[in-house]
């Protein structure tokens, strides 16, 4: 059936539940996974020649979303690796998380996008959007979202 999942994470609770079942889904379906993480670009916050305080350089921005990267995918590699589930983590920078879901699972060639939706409604899936929907919406791959 499946034989290439993409997951992503966002790091919240409700991730890290999606994680859990989407690699036991993976297993059952002997499917391998690949965890992925949409981080935040480097946009600099400098006022004509004022530099805040807490300045923080494109390299140290890369770094520091290197390690949050390792941080919410190194769930996933746990549990795929409990599981027997193939796995490979990947992360970009991007202003748009759900275009580079779509992208990541287009370009790793993923036959199925597993991922949470927390679910909003009304003003506050307004006000916050919803990346899930986004995916389900542009996505030519398969979704499964998990509540």
Do not use: W
Request: glycine share 6%.
């Amino acid at each position: 059936m499946y034989k290439h999942i993409l997951i992503p994470t966002d790091g919240s609770a409700l991730s890290k539940k999606a994680i859990v079942i989407g690699v036991k889904f993976a297993q059952s379906v002997g499917a391998k996974v690949t965890g992925f993480f949409a981080a935040a670009p480097y946009l600099p916050i400098i006022y004509e020649d004022f530099v805040p305080a807490n300045y923080m350089s494109a390299q140290q921005h890369e770094e520091a979303n290197a390690r949050l990267a390792a941080t919410y995918l190194g769930v996933m590699e746990k549990a795929c690796r409990q599981a027997g589930v193939t796995f490979q983590a990947v992360h970009a920078a991007s202003e748009f998380p759900a275009d580079a879901i779509i992208k990541a699972a287009k370009t790793k060639k993923c036959d199925l996008i597993f991922m949470s939706s927390h679910g909003r409604r009304g003003v506050a899936r307004i006000l916050l959007g919803s990346q899930t929907t986004h995916v389900l919406t542009h996505s030519k791959i398969p979704v499964l979202v998990y509540r």
